[in-house]
């Protein structure tokens, strides 16, 4: 079928998407010549292009008059370089690559990773894409009235790693973890505030912030991090920034927390759980598809900050309910592996060069 060209609209990580995509192209067989293009070089394409893929860009500018020579440009590049089959990760690269690929009878998927509809992106994309994949049935719904084929796929973790183990001031201390980029979305002030009700409980407990702040939500970073200088509770708050190495983390954690307006799948659950890391997340999306409420960890309404108190209370206080949650979240995790993953996407692959996706 020839090489599959994967394409991002984001030249960084934005969020578990492009870790998803990575670790996709890392791992699938070398028979299809990866290949990924992002609009410009950056942190993801030299990641990429670090582990062997091979990168190139292609502009991918907000659709609009400057479309036009962008789709030129893309139908250039495609003629030359022939791919069997284009995967697009998000919906503006699956809008260029839609265009482009259609006119060139090259099959292009959807990858998508977001519950929310577009009603007008979304109508365009179903007539250009050939199929569309979702990280979770949640996600799926967005396409239940869709002609075309929509499959829910998993996403797929790499094993725990050896990591070296991150410091606190005292190991006696126990550790509340937050990963997740510091966006509105992410609803990281409800975190902060059943962690001050939480602290008020327990003088050893910290809690560790492992994210980026997302572009344009600078000034909402800014004012937590004021309300923890202002606190007599701050100083536990840890804020460490994007880390390389987050395993690092889980390794020392008690409990992971995810406070999230919406998420599509939630990798970091995953994650968390594959280090024995019992968490504590809003019923919201793919969570309930990824844990089994009081099996690996507890879930709570969206916005109930008692209900995330009473939950991270059960849970750290009751050592023999974390151990229990620990290990049954070490079993879950397995389940969701690369291998599993990458097996169903080639075998989408297949179907759509051999005319069988239907």
Known sequence: ???????????????????SLLTLMQNIPDLYSPVLITPRAGAFSLKAGASGIRTDTLPMPPVGLKSFMALKQWGEWLKLEKPGLIHANNSRAAFYAGIAGKKLGIPVIFHCRIAE???????????????????????AERFESSRLPVCVIYNGIEPPA?????KLPDESERLVLFVGRISREKQLEMALEAFARLSGLD???????VGA????????????????SESDWGPRVHWVGEQEDVARW?????LLILTSKHEGFGRVLVEAMAYAVPVVAFNV?????VVENGVQGLLVEAGDVDGLVESCRSILDDPEQHQKMGEAGIIRANEFSVRS????????????TSGKAA
């Open 1 to 19: 079928m020839g090489k599959v060209v994967y394409v991002s609209q984001f030249d960084g990580f934005v969020g578990g998407g492009e870790h």
């Open 117 to 139: 509809k577009d009603p007008l992106m979304d109508s365009i994309l179903m007539y250009l894409v050939s199929a569309v994949i979702c990280n979770s049935h949640s996600v």
């Open 162 to 166: 050896p990591a070296s183990v991150a």
């Open 203 to 209: 003088s050893g407990l910290h809690m560790a912030i």
């Open 213 to 228: 702040e997302a572009d344009g939500h600078e000034a909402y970073a800014d004012d937590l991090k004021r309300l923890c």
């Open 250 to 254: 889980y390794k020392v954690a008690d």
């Open 285 to 289: 999306g793919g969570v309930p598809e």
């Open 341 to 352: 993953h990458v097996d169903q996407v080639c075998e989408l692959y297949q179907r759509l």
